[in-house]
């Protein structure tokens, strides 16, 4: 079962930032926070991840709250083709460095308006 | 290739026939992991392969699903006895060893008649 809990839908403007939040209460100390989107037609894109630091990169910002039961994705100026459904997973880390598998939920459908 | 590459891209099977799905993972990724999604659905995880052993197998629907990794690149996902509810589109994804990111590929689109 996904441990992460989304809004279905949200709407952003052309040149907003786009917020997405997700709730991730019961998040343990060797868990990331992922963040994927599936635009439509498409297999699911990495967007960014982190495990309690603030972290940036080329497509977006992740804020997590110091207590690390939510985070944000900022999309800082979103554009039409960042219409797609974005999902928040934690993924555990396992000892060896293994990868553990992605448990994606029913995500929140970004709509970008012109 | 750059990406992860599936094939064939669309399969139209009939119901009772087995179908084989292929998986090329990006050269040198450990890591790979099949998932399928129905129609309008979420993902839904099939199973993890590192190197060419699957420990985790838990998310395969039914013996009817099965899925092997050779030399630790290809992976290929046999559905045996096709059914209707296994009409979905089939993705694959890879991963280097670590926490670090899946690339999935295009996927292929089943559509058992």
């Known amino acids: 079962d996904a441990k992460t809990t989304q809004p279905p839908s949200m709407d952003c403007a052309e040149g907003r930032a786009a917020n997405l939040p997700c709730n991730h209460s019961?998040?343990?100390?060797?868990?990331?926070v992922y963040w994927y989107r599936q635009i439509h037609s498409q297999g699911p894109q990495y967007i960014i991840h982190?495990?309690?630091n603030n972290e940036t990169n080329e497509m977006a910002s992740l804020i997590i709250t110091e207590d690390r039961k939510s985070s944000t994705l900022i999309l800082p100026h979103a554009t039409l083709r960042d219409t797609a459904v974005y999902y928040c997973i934690v993924r555990p880390r396992t000892l060896q460095g293994g990868s553990e598998k992605l448990v994606f939920g029913k995500g929140t459908k970004l709509t970008v308006n012109p | 290739g750059a990406g992860v590459s599936q094939s064939p891209s669309n399969k139209v099977t009939e119901k009772g026939k087995d179908v084989e799905l292929r998986c090329d993972p990006i050269s040198g990724h450990t890591a790979l992991y099949w998932y399928r999604q129905s129609l309008g659905q979420g993902l839904e995880f099939l199973i993890y392969f590192q190197g060419n052993s699957a420990p985790d197998k838990s998310g395969l629907p039914s013996d009817r699903f099965s899925a092997e990794r050779t030399g630790g690149s290809v992976s290929t996902l046999t559905i045996q006895r096709t059914q209707q509810e296994d009409s979905a589109v089939y993705l694959c994804a890879s991963s280097l060893v670590g926490n670090t990111e899946a690339f999935f590929g295009q996927g292929t689109r089943l559509t058992v008649v």
């Open positions: 982190g495990l309690k």
């Open positions: 019961t998040i343990s100390g060797n868990e990331y």
